[in-house]
Every structure is written in C-alpha cells, then in structure tokens.
C-alpha cells in the first residue's frame, strides 16, 4: 500500500502448506478480473484500507463466503482498477479455499453484488467444482449484423454459412458478405442463391484490390446500422442453437465492449482459442491450447470460467456499434494477421473484453491464401510475398501493444511466457515487481558454471551493495540454455540492461533481434568468457560447440549493443565483431570466502593438490609423469577430477559439488601447495586467472604453467616440461616456510585487486547504459 496509494484493497497469491510443512497447490492468479471473480472465488483474502473496509461494510456473516462477499462489496465500493494484486505467493492456507465454501452462500453473495450493478441476472452450476455460470438478461433482442469477409474459398464460406443459418435462433440478425475480389465463379453463384434463399436477411457487398481482411471488416461494418456487429472468418461453423443469445448476454451489459467464443478443432475436439495472452508464442497466444480437450477444467478452472482478456485473437468477435467506432475500427495494416487482436486491444478503453467457454464453435484455422485461378508460378510468387508480409505484420503488432501490454495482467508474472501449457517460471524471481527501488534494474541469462562469476555473484553482490536489482533467469541445468524472449524483458518492466551469457546459437539471433526492435530502450550486453571457437578436442564439452559457432556468434553479437569479455585475447578475437568491447576480469566474491581457513601442514609429507572440472583432461596429461616420479615424496589431492591413470598415485580424490559448497571443501583439502596446469593452445590463452584466484585466497602457493592469463601474479610459472614442474614443486615442499609465505603474498595480491565487492561500481559500469 506504501509504493501504490491508487490501491485501495489488494490480494496475493497463495498456496496450502501441509501438516508435514511442505507447501503445495500454488496458485498464482490474475490481475483483478471480474468475470472470473463471478464465476468463483479466485481471489480468497483481500486487505483493504480500513477507510475501504468500513464504506464496504465489514465482513458477513456467513463464514464459508467471509471474503468472497466482501471482495464484491469492495468491488462495487472502489471499482476493479482499485484492487491491486501482489504477484507472490504471500500467503499458505491450512486447505484448498475451494473445499470450504458454500455454494448456496456464494449465490447469495454473487446475486447482493449483480444486483448491486443492477444486472438482471439467473446464476446457475459451473461446470467444476465451487464455480457458478451467470446468464446476464435483458429486456430487448436488437438487431445482430455478421459480416463475414472471404475470397474465394468456397468450401469452408458455404458450411459456415450453413451452420450459421441452422442454428441461429435469435430473431433479428442479418449476414453481411464482404466478396474480397474472389475469382472463382462458383463463390458469385452461391452468394446469388443465398441471397433469393434468404431475401433481407442476406446483404452483399464487394471490395477491391488484394486480400485485406481488416479493410473487408470495415467495409462491411460501413454497410451495417446495427447497434451490434459480429465479425466472422470464413472457416467457422457453428454447433449449437443458443451461441448467439449466450454471447449477446455478455455484448449487452453496459460494462463490456467485447465478447468471444471459445473455439475448438474440427476432428479431435481439441480446444483451439481460450483467449488471449500477449507474449505467449507466438507473440500473442491462446493459452492451454496444446491439444487440450473441452472438458479440460485448465489451470485455476480458468478454460471452463468467464474471463476477461487484455485482447480477443479470435475468429469470431461480437462487439457494441458505439465501441468499434469509438475504436477506430480496423486497421487495415493488419490485414493478414492480427486484426482482431489490435481491435480488442483497442476496444478496452471502451470496456471490458470477455471470452466464454459457454459458447463453443468449430474453426478450422484455413490459412491457405486465396489464390485459385493463378499460375503455379505466379502462386510461388504470392505465397513469398505473403509470408513476407506475415511476418512484418506480426512484428508489427508486436511492437505495438508491446509497452502497454508488456506484463499482460491476465498472465501472473510467475508463470512462463516460452510455453502454451502452464509452467511456473521458476528461474526467475523479480523482486522489484513488489518492492520497487529507484536504482538500475539488470536481467541476466547466464549459462555453464561461468555464468556465476560473469553475472549472478556480480549482481548479488549490487544487490547487497543496494546499487541495483536483478532478475536472473537460470537454466534448468548447467548443460541447458535458457532463451529468453522480448516478451520476457517486457514484462519484467523497467529493465536497464539485459546480459546474455556466451550468446553462439543460432536461435538467438532471432531472438536478440527481436530484443533489439520490440524494447528497444534495454541496453543488450554479451558477456564472453571463454574462446568457444577454439575448444580442445579432448575437452568434455567439445562437442557442445560446433564448426558454425563463428558465425553463430558474430551474428548474435550484431544484435548487441556491447560485448564484455573477461581477457584482453578475447578482445582480439572480437574487435571485428562488435564494436563497444569492454573488459571485466573475474572476481572472487569475498562474502563466500570470508571467514574459511585452511591448514597448513597437517600430513605427514606435503599435500599437493589440483582442483578444476571434467573438461580438463588435456591439461592433466601434462602433469601424468609428474605425479607419478613425486608421488612418494608428497601427498597428491584431486578435487573435481581425477584421470584414472592418476588414481593409483593419488592420496585423495574427490568428486565434484554443488556451487554453494564449493568453497568450503577446497578450503577443507588443507593444501600446502597447488597446481594449475594448462596446455598452450588458443583456448587457455584467452582464460582468465580465476583458478590462481580460488587457490590465492585461499593462501595456497602455485606452481602453474607459464601462460598468459597466469602472468603477473605472484606464483611461480614452469614451462610444461616433467622435469620444471617436478623441480619447482620440490622446491616449495623442500621449504614450506619459503611456500607459505608465497601464499601469503599471493592471498594479498588477490585481496587487492580482485575481491568482487570492492568493484562493484566498475562493474556496473561496463554493464549499465
């Protein structure tokens, strides 16, 4: 309430949390919407002012409905833009709020409200469980015109007619055809007996000029004087007598601007259109329509409940007279794809949008374009032109509706955009969506373990400094991509920057495109850490990175505005790429190390010892002899990685583990001396000195190769010859008091320049606008 005095009352998410503890059943809901709030109790607990809860009257009596009565009366008191809601699951229940209310009491709450509004109305069972359908009545039956607009395509205009005729039982309507320039004679003919079949109730009109549904829309709309208008595609059929009265029941209230239909596939019966999403794929989406039966109850029993939409995509659109024209009517613009969706967008200055799952019609989705009588070749050339044009009108439409409906209400911000079906966005937690701070607002896709120092501990560390907020969308694994979408930063509000982490796939590029058009204010920033063109054969990730990732690359990095690299070869290896290159190196984030200690001299001879990852195979060959003429004199310890022909030479071995007690088990090795060995070859070149940081900070003195991301620290540098390496670790086992104390200086050389809170702001620097 602090952060949004224009709420009045607001909600939150919510779960159940068991007797064991365990929390369950989350149920991230939409931004206030009405329909829905009155066809269940979706909401649950609502906080008010008290200045509100008193003009609402305080709670009823009836305990089973307590806030769901009194979420209507604060409703009828502030209105729907007044009640917020919190998009985080703040509260947990002892039970499903589902399982407790009482339907005759619901009733009794819904009817108080629509009386309240002065709705006629008859309420009656929903399909599921605690849910109720109202049937909103009206005194008159006013005229109804379609228009129905086509061009050729016969076969799906005739049945639709058809169907239309046979079950349309409201007593005035009339069907408007639009004849979009057919060419096929047979389409004139039928329209000619339509017409002497059906006398006034049939209008025809004809336009001109290529295939422009919008502009056919508006053309028919113009001959209409109706006080409604339903627009209809061409290969719709309707199933049943009522579909008409069932959606003039919601285009009559004074409140609605708008109402839909759901549709569903021809053949299997699977749903087809449940509403409108902007951002799902592909741009604007249906949600739950992957092959999803009716009876299907959707997530919250959201697919068998009113609901309203942010925009009705549909096939079948019933609209008031004096909202289409208040709206402008149909942008011709969008006269392939979209049309309806940029209408309803616009129609909601006007009122609400509403589909229902009431009224079912089968759609058959013929997007064929209408091309009888030409040419193979000319057919060739109007496909490409076509799909051209598709696309830019999608993009279009995009980028559009792309600032006023980034974060599209009927969507919770918790679910996943990438995806029809619902999945909860779990990689990604947001937090400045309830707590707002004037500071920088930074988005990350990191991937492998690099991302970490690249961009999650460099943001956890802003975040604790209070310089920035971040929301970091993890993959599932560390061998998994996470792609983020336009759509994605759009709905995060607010982003400044967007760091994309080792971008070399060919998706991307898309996507980063779309970035670059659709939220143009966000500054892209690539971060590279490792030369992926030139990964060592015997690496284990080698064949995670193919012969195109070059030019995959190069052309991701077009789409950036800047590209952070964590070594000056890196740079090279980019300057013709990109053009705004900056280096970072890598940090140690001190607030993971601090207070860790580890022993010195705790076995009987010196332990020396390796720690690193699977990928490193080629590197562990050079020192193979090594360990075995030393491994009488010292105690070798490997951690992360151990080769088998190492293992009988080697005193300690351990497995790999998890990021977050990564620290605390080097530390516990108790090293009196470390090893970094690298091959020379392009890909170690371009390396960061991160390995020498993790040992130094932790005191440890260093023998390594002398390479070039390990120069200018104090350490001791070998070529990779056996008898160096041996020379040089006998030397430091031979006088550990020598060793410690080049620990020591190695600890301090990194505590001076390279403890990741220390430069926070320089790091934010190279990564904000």
Known sequence: FATRPQWMALYTDDDVIRIDGNRVEPRFKPDLCVDFLRSCDYVGALWARAEVYRRAGGFAAHA???????????????????????????????????????????????????TRNAAEHTIRPGALHATWRVEYQHDTQPRVDIVLAYRNRLEFVE?????????????????????????????????????????????RCALGGEWNRAAAFNHGAAHSDAAYILFLHHDVQFLAAHWLERLMSHAMRPDVAAVAPRQARPGDGTLDFSGSVFGLPPGIGAPETDETPLDYPGYLGRLQTDQNYHLLNSACLLTRRSAFDAAGGFDPAFGLIGAESDLSARLRAQGRLVWTPW?????????????????????????????????????????????????DGAWNPNLRLSCEDVRVEAGCAVEWHAIPADVPRIVADPVTGAGEFRAIAPLRAARRAGKAQAAIFRPPSLDVRRMSSAMDLARLEGVDSYIVHNPAVSEQVTLLRQMRTHVPDVLIVAALDDLTTAVPCDSDVFTQWTRETRTHMRRCLAQCHRLVVSTEPLVDFARHMIDDIRVVPNRVEWARWEGLESKRRTGSKPRV????????????????????????????????????????????????????????????????????PLEINPFNEAKSNLRLLDYGILGWPVVCTDIEPYRGAPVTRVNNSSQEWIEAIRAHVHDLDAAERAGDALREWVKADYILEDHVDDWLKHHLP
């Open 159 to 203: 049945p639709a007619v058809d169907s239309l005729f046979h079950h349309t039982r409201w007593p005035d309507f009339r069907l408007i055809l639009v004849d979009n320039g057919s060419d096929d004679p047979d389409c004139a003919q039928w329209a000619e007996r339509l017409q002497q079949q059906h006398g006034e109730r049939v209008l």
């Open 64 to 114: 089973s409905t307590r806030f769901y009565d009194f979420t209507l009366r604060v409703l009828d008191a502030v209105g729907a833009d007044a009640i917020g809601h919190v998009a985080d699951p703040l509260l947990s229940l002892p039970v499903s709020p589902a399982v407790l209310i009482s339907d005759r009491d619901a009733h009794a709450a819904l009817a108080a409200h629509l």
């Open 609 to 676: 010892g390796w720690a690193g990852a699977q990928q490193h195979a080629g590197d562990l060959a050079l020192i193979e002899t090594v360990v075995k003429h030393t491994h009488t004199e010292v105690d070798w310890i490997f951690f992360g990685m151990c080769p088998p022909a190492l293992a009988p030479y080697v005193r300690e071995a351990y497995g790999w583990v998890d990021f977050e007690r990564y620290p605390a088990t080097l530390a516990g090795l108790n090293l009196d001396l470390a090893v970094a």
């Open 359 to 407: 009224v079912t019609i089968a759609h058959y989705n013929d997007d064929s374009p209408p091309l009888e009588g030409r040419s193979e070749d000319a057919c060739i050339a109007e496909m490409a032109r076509l799909q051209a044009a598709l696309g830019g009108q999608r993009n279009a439409l995009v980028a559009r509706y792309v600032a006023p409906l980034g974060r």
